[in-house]
T-cell receptor, first 111, second 118 residues
Framework: QKEVEQNSGPLSVPEGAIASLNCTYSDRVSQSFFWYRQYSGKSPELIMSIYSNGDKEDGRFTAQLNKASQYVSLLIRDSQPSDSATYLCAVSIPGGFKTIFGAGTRLFVKA | GAVVSQHPSWVICKSGTSVKIECRSLDFQATTMFWYRQFPKQSLMLMATSNEGSKATYEQGVEKDKFLINHASLTLSTLTVTSAHPEDSSFYIC??????????????FGPGTRLTVT
C-alpha cells in the first residue's frame, strides 16, 4: 500500500466549476498535511498547509482534513484555466523531518 | 519569505564529466534540505536528505558515490553528479525546511535544474 495515494487523473472540469482533489494516507501518526501545485516543467509550489481536522480556506482554495478517515482534500472554487497543473498531496510524520509525496493528480480546467 | 534558489537552472554536459548543482535557502536557515529527481511526466523521486554538518541519507537505489551531496552551511547544499551519463538527464529539484520548524514541516522548493547529458 502506497503511503500517500492520489488519483492520477486527469481530472477535467469546466471553467468556473469546483475542482475536488482527494488524497488518502496510511500512517495514522501523520501530523502535517500539504498541497503543492506543479506546473509542467516547473518545480512544486506550496499552496496550502493544514494541521487539524476540519476546513481551512485561503482565497479560492479550501483544504479539508479528516484524520479519522486518513483523508485530506483540496477544493478549488471558480476554477480557472491557469489552475491547470498537477496537484501533489504531501504528508509529514511528527518531527516533520520526512515528507511523503503522493504521485499527484493532473487537473485540466477547460475554458 | 521561504525562498529557495538553485543554480544553474539548466546545464548541458558531456558524458563522463561532473556537474555541481547548488541549492540555497535565501531568507531562512535550513538544517535539512532534500534532493529530488523527476523524469518527464513522472512523480517526484526523493534521492537523498541532506543534513547540515553531517553525511547525507540516501534513498534506496540511489548511488551515493555517483550523487555526492555536501551541506556545508545552514543555507547551502550542493549535489554533484559525477561521471554523468545520458540516463542521468533529468530535472533535479532541491527543497528546504525552515530551521526552527515553525512551519510545521513545509518544504520550500527551488526552481529546479534541468540536466542534459550528451
Amino acid at each position: 500500500q502506497k503511503e500517500v495515494e492520489q488519483n492520477s487523473g486527469p481530472l477535467s472540469v469546466p471553467e468556473g466549476a469546483i475542482a475536488s482533489l482527494n488524497c488518502t494516507y496510511s500512517d495514522r501518526v501523520s501530523q502535517s498535511f500539504f498541497w503543492y501545485r506543479q506546473y509542467s516543467g516547473k518545480s512544486p509550489e506550496l499552496i496550502m498547509s493544514i494541521y487539524s481536522n476540519g476546513d481551512k480556506e485561503d482565497g479560492r482554495f479550501t483544504a479539508q482534513l479528516n484524520k479519522a478517515s486518513q483523508y485530506v482534500s483540496l477544493l478549488i472554487r471558480d476554477s480557472q484555466p491557469s489552475d491547470s497543473a498537477t496537484y501533489l498531496c504531501a504528508v509529514s510524520i511528527p518531527g516533520g523531518f520526512k515528507t511523503i509525496f503522493g504521485a499527484g493528480t493532473r487537473l485540466f480546467v477547460k475554458a | 519569505g521561504a525562498v529557495v534558489s538553485q543554480h544553474p537552472s539548466w546545464v548541458i554536459c558531456k558524458s563522463g564529466t561532473s556537474v555541481k548543482i547548488e541549492c540555497r535557502s535565501l531568507d531562512f536557515q535550513a538544517t535539512t534540505m532534500f534532493w529530488y529527481r523527476q523524469f518527464p511526466k513522472q512523480s517526484l523521486m526523493l534521492m537523498a536528505t541532506s543534513n547540515e554538518g553531517s553525511k547525507a541519507t540516501y534513498e534506496q537505489g540511489v548511488e551515493k558515490d555517483k550523487f555526492l551531496i555536501n551541506h556545508a552551511s545552514l543555507t547551502l547544499s550542493t549535489l554533484t553528479v559525477t561521471s554523468a551519463h545520458p540516463e542521468d538527464s533529468s530535472f533535479y529539484i532541491c527543497s528546504a525546511r525552515d530551521f526552527q520548524g515553525r512551519s510545521g514541516g513545509e518544504q520550500y522548493f527551488g526552481p529546479g535544474t534541468r540536466l542534459t547529458v550528451t
